[in-house]
T-cell receptor
Framework: KQEVTQIPAALSVPEGENLVLNCSFTDSAIYNLQWFRQDPGKGLTSLLLIQSSQREQTSGRLNASLDKSSGRSTLYIAASQPGDSATYLCAVVNYGGSQGNLIFGKGTKLSVKP | DAGITQSPRHKVTETGTPVTLRCHQTENHRYMYWYRQDPGHGLRLIHYSYGVKDTDKGEVSDGYSVSRSKTEDFLLTLESATSSQTSVYFC?????????????????FGQGTRLTVV
């Protein structure tokens, strides 16, 4: 059974710092991996999608990498801002018959202090 | 933003009553999903649909049923609500890609429905 883990559960950094969020998964047979952001009381906003054949994706100050063989993904946030404060979730879609069902980690709650 | 609307956004209901949550999309995506989010458990799949009238169970489907009579609408029904079904419910959509392996495209989520069963 696929399990997705995100460590740490919470992270507090000063504004301007570059930071890395970690996501690991137990079964490397995945279609893709997606990073989301969730603000308190809100829905999930998609940040980046990495297909299994890709190594990384970039969007603005965000860069996500994928190492399928080791079962790891990282989300790099450059020059963090207070507006980046939110919970970040990663999720994978398993290979084979999964119909796109996402399996989520429990998230990393990020706080960026001014 | 992807066109996904969930209704109602908030609901309080009594134990034993039936409840129906609605998800409406304007993206014409084939796949629709219902997840619930609970502290300590994260997001878990309840049911999903891969086409009109085509649905299947997810990880936590007991006590829930779904229906999809049109591409744009996916309904989640709690036949007899229990306190353990107090949660935040999210609808999501995706599409089958045209690339290698037909992998699913990016998933988009609605704003959620906060359901309280008292």
């Amino acid at each position: 059974k696929q399990e997705v883990t995100q460590i740490p559960a919470a992270l507090s950094v000063p504004e301007g710092e570059n930071l890395v969020l970690n996501c690991s998964f137990t079964d490397s047979a995945i279609y893709n991996l997606q990073w989301f952001r969730q603000d308190p009381g809100k829905g999930l906003t998609s940040l980046l999608l990495i297909q299994s054949s890709q190594r990384e994706q970039t969007s603005g100050r965000l860069n996500a990498s994928l190492d399928k063989s080791s079962g790891r993904s990282t989300l790099y946030i450059a020059a963090s801002q207070p507006g980046d404060s939110a919970t970040y979730l990663c999720a994978v879609v398993n290979y084979g018959g999964s119909q796109g069902n996402l399996i989520f980690g429990k998230g990393t709650k990020l706080s960026v202090k001014p | 933003d992807a066109g996904i609307t969930q209704s109602p956004r908030h609901k309080v209901t009594e134990t034993g009553t039936p409840v129906t949550l609605r998800c409406h999309q304007t993206e014409n995506h084939r796949y629709m999903y219902w997840y619930r989010q609970d502290p300590g458990h994260g997001l878990r799949l309840i049911h999903y649909s891969y086409g009109v009238k085509d649905t299947d169970k997810g990880e936590v489907s007991d006590g829930y049923s779904v229906s999809r009579s049109k591409t744009e609408d996916f309904l989640l029904t709690l036949e007899s609500a229990t306190s353990s079904q107090t949660s935040v419910y999210f609808c999501a959509i995706s599409e089958r890609g045209t690339g290698e392996g037909g992998m699913n495209t990016e998933a988009f989520f609605g704003q959620g429905t906060r359901l309280t069963v008292v």
